[in-house]
């Protein structure tokens, strides 16, 4: 007797499985589900890492992809979606992420930081070629005469720099209008389910997935677990090299609206509180806050706005990035183990945009293009990147 192969819709399964209930865990989801596929998110729950819920909310384009042109056109292409973004999320949510994109400011505090950023600056506009790239590099002067009716500036500030593109969101209530859109969309939540292993069915009949619920089959899976991967992705032959990079965080007690205007260290929330970061520090997976790095955050922020001084600190906390080696996402597909993908990277809310409407609509189809191909793991099994690329690849804190 011949036995058919399982299918998704013989077996009421769903169609993929997306393994992290992070923002990029959801972002899949909900492109997915958009795309009017099946899928089941397996989350880990309250004793995961949580980059999500320690993400500073940033979209933020200004300095990404130096000596990688791709990659700053990946970002610039997901910050000009995200209107469209953040509308979607409200009609089927109900929720509001809170989207202002009025352009960011990078603050200096010497001459030397001045002239290294304009060299950054003109680097990323040389390299973007036919797509362009627009900033202004404002000295003091410049500055305060732009930042007029705002708080004044710290005798430090020599100048900034300033691109039209960037911008913020509620982080937390961008992960939940993403939960809720895909739920709203048919998406299944297994909260509280670590995923142990992914195991790839002999003769490319799907995959099971093992959690601490059991197992279950499904056709598809797509790793989406943060520092989870590295472990995952070895599963189904994927090498995705990750590692923790902590970042800190205060946030200020609310106060009057203040700053109309995001800067790479400095937000003030919707609801009034101003959040101040972000450090990067290689503390492997300790996410405790430290006094010094605290200070050093707090110190460069009244810098910048003396009136922050005035503040008083109510909440602090530190969380641990997704970093590979260059900085750059990771968007592949298993050659070994068609069906198994892996999407990670450190800026969950700048390329969530990309996500939803790139990304998870790529996999839907079963191809990613080649506008992906620097996001690819294949790079990993080749030299490590130039010195130069990595410094380009600073982690910021969107």
């Not at 002067?141 to 913020?168: C, F, I, M, N």
């Not at 189809?365 to 294949?378: D, E, F, I, K, T």
């Not at 990993?380 to 910021?396: G, K, L, N, W, Y």
Request: glycine share 12%.
């Amino acid at each position: 007797m011949t036995v058919a192969p399982r299918t998704a819709a013989a077996t009421g399964t769903p169609e993929f499985a997306v393994i992290g209930g992070g923002l990029v865990g959801w972002s899949i989801a909900y492109g997915l589900a958009r795309q009017g596929r099946r899928v089941v998110v397996h989350d880990e729950g309250d004793l995961a890492l949580r980059a999500a819920r320690g993400n500073f909310g940033q979209v933020w384009v200004q300095d990404k992809g130096a000596g990688v042109p791709a990659y700053h056109q990946l970002t610039r292409d997901s910050a000009a979606q995200w209107v469209d973004l953040a509308r979607g999320l409200r009609d089927a949510s109900g929720i509001d992420a809170g989207l202002q994109q009025p352009g960011g400011f990078s603050f200096c505090l010497d001459t030397a930081a001045f002239d290294a950023r304009a060299r950054l600056m003109r680097r990323i506009q040389s390299e973007a070629g036919d797509f362009g790239f627009e900033f202004e590099m404002l000295d003091r002067g410049s500055l305060e005469r732009r930042l007029s009716g705002g708080p004044a500036l710290g005798p430090k500030v020599v100048g900034a720099s300033y691109t039209p593109y960037d911008g913020h969101v509620n982080p937390l209530r961008l992960l939940r209008a993403l939960y809720e859109s895909a739920i709203a969309l048919g998406a299944t939540h297994r909260f509280g389910a670590p995923v142990e292993a992914v195991d790839p069915v002999v003769g490319g009949d799907g995959f099971e997935v093992r959690t601490t619920w059991g197992s279950a089959w499904v056709p598809q899976v797509v790793l989406a677990a943060g520092l989870g991967n590295e472990r995952l992705a070895r599963m189904v032959g994927i090498r995705c090299p990750v590692r923790p990079v902590r970042g800190q965080v205060l946030v200020t007690e609310k106060v009057q609206p203040v700053l109309s205007f995001p800067t790479a260290d400095i937000r003030q929330t919707d609801e009034g509180g101003l959040l101040l970061g972000s450090s990067q520090e290689d503390a492997g997976f300790d996410d405790r806050v430290t006094i010094g790095n605290s200070g050093a955050i707090a110190r460069r922020a009244v810098d910048t706005f003396p009136f922050i001084g005035g503040l008083r600190i109510v909440r602090s906390w530190a969380a641990l990035r997704v970093m590979t080696p260059d900085g750059l996402p990771v968007y592949e597909a298993s050659q070994t183990h068609p069906g198994a993908w892996v999407v990670s990277c450190h800026s969950g809310v700048t390329l969530a945009a990309a996500h939803v409407h790139g990304v998870a609509a790529a996999i839907a189809r079963g191809r990613l293009p080649s506008q992906y191909a620097h996001c690819s793991a294949a790079r990993f099994a080749t030299a490590a990147p130039s010195a130069a690329v990595r410094e380009a690849h600073v982690p910021q804190p969107a």
